[in-house]
């Protein structure tokens, strides 16, 4: 069926039809003329028989010496085409024929059949009417004559269409033979083979679109192969620069853990001695001098945390994951239980939902845990009905589930979110809420060492929402995995 379709048929298709209809009106113009010229020709004959016998018949009117006809009369009889042939005299009664039955009668009536017709021809001697000479003779002849003419045009016809028709593939063939050498090419380009080339030569349409395809696979090639040059070199300089790149940052990573250790003693040494002052000297000290100290231990204090977060920060990278089985759930509880005893005056509704299991560091899970839960604890101190929900949804996909912090504490501004998970950034002034803007980012780089994202959404005065996704290469909490028994771990069911 395809083969059909092709442009190969479809032109002999063409050819051929226009064949068709030209043939068919030769065919028409020949055969009207044929049979003209048949009929032309049986006229002239006719027209010779009726002529020799209307000399012969107009003595025998004149003498009425029918006898001598008579033999004529036979003679011509023996042709098929002449039937009958009657001579009347004037008063329009038979006096000799070919059929002795209608001599001496009257005039027959001059109807055609359906295959034979009359011809009559009137007889007379200067303006004397002597009589009428009556031949009927049979149409066979300009019938078969016509049949001739019409099984010659035919063919003629059957002939030229076949030629045409042949002639028409042939010059299909030729013409679809390059097209099929293009359309093969542009395969194999489109497959890959960038070498491959038609080959066409020629001045006509379809000689010009493959030498143009020629041209196109050339310049193809030659940007292809620039590409690919322009990739290696791409490729051996991105790797020198990665190269780069992770000694840098294993050098700043060692740089910053050796300053952050290096930092520790004297600011050890600036809180001992500063507590010393207080304790040995407080009663040569005024209030100012004793401010003074303190304000000094808080300082040196907080920049001990600070080198601290960033130990811990630059930690993250350097230890080699250990993944295995994590119950979020009960670290969320561990975490929860410790906060609570730290701060046992607060009260904050918790609602943990339980065995929310994952492949995980546990080290690195905790401390996302620790970060997430203390924030939320830490930004619902100012809240009167504060709530903390920790829950599970359904991600983009079954296998990555999505874990959310939510509480409804002191929140954030959605405006200033890209801050959130920058070293050092702090969306609230350290005299409300205190904190070195080192632990989100500290989770964020955690997630994405497991191949996870984490995104945060929040309102002023309305809370925060911290959601992280982490792949499940294997969980044992899908069908078929081990179960376990769920915790009694909430005060309530989640809201999330």
Known sequence: MVALHSLRYRIAATIFLLEVIMMTTVLWIVLGMLSNSAREQVEELEEVASGMLAQLSRPALLTEEYSQLQPYMERMRSDPHLLRILLLDSSRRVVAGTDLQYVGQSAPDYLPGIDSYWRVYEIHNAAEHLGTLAIQFSSLRIIKAERQARTIGILIAATGMVVIAFFGLFFGYLLTLRLNRLTQAAMSMAQGDLGVRTGLKGKDEVSGLGQAFDVMADRVQTERDALQRANAHLEERVAQRTA??????????????????????????????????????????????????????????????????????????????????????????EI?????????????????????????????????????????????????????????????????????????????????????????????????????????????????????????????????????????????????????????????????
């Open 244 to 333: 780069a790149l992770e000694a840098a940052n294993r050098e700043l990573e060692s740089f910053a853990y050796s300053v952050s250790h290096d930092l520790r003693a004297p600011l050890r040494g600036i809180d001992g001695f500063s507590q010393a002052v207080l304790e040995d000297y407080s009663d040569r000290l005024d209030a100012t001098g004793k401010d003074y100290l303190n304000r000094v231990r808080k300082a040196s204090q907080r920049m001990g945390q600070l080198i601290d977060d960033l130990l811990r920060l630059s930690k993250v990278n350097q230890a080699p994951l250990q993944l295995q089985e994590v119950d979020l759930g009960q670290l969320a509880e």
């Open 336 to 496: 929860i239980q410790q906060l609570r005893e730290t701060d046992p005056q607060r009260s904050v509704r918790i609602a943990i939902e339980p065995d929310m299991r994952v492949q995980g560091d546990p080290g690195l899970m905790r401390a996302v845990m620790q970060n997430l839960l203390g924030n939320a604890w830490k930004f619902t101190a100012r809240t009167a009905d504060a709530r903390i929900d920790f829950c599970r949804e359904p991600g983009d996909s079954a296998h990555e589930p999505v874990f959310c912090v939510s509480d409804n504490g002191t929140g954030f501004n959605m405006a200033h979110a890209g801050k959130l998970f920058s070293p050092f950034q702090r969306l609230h002034h350290r005299d409300e809420f205190e904190g070195s803007g080192i632990g989100l980012a500290t989770v964020q780089r955690i997630i994405h060492r497991h191949g996870g994202r984490i995104w945060a959404q929040g309102s002023p005065g309305a809370g925060a929402r911290f959601c992280f996704s982490l792949p499940a290469t294997h969980r044992t909490d899908l069908p078929g995995g081990t179960t376990h028994e769920p915790h009694n771990r909430t005060d309530e069911s989640p809201s999330c």
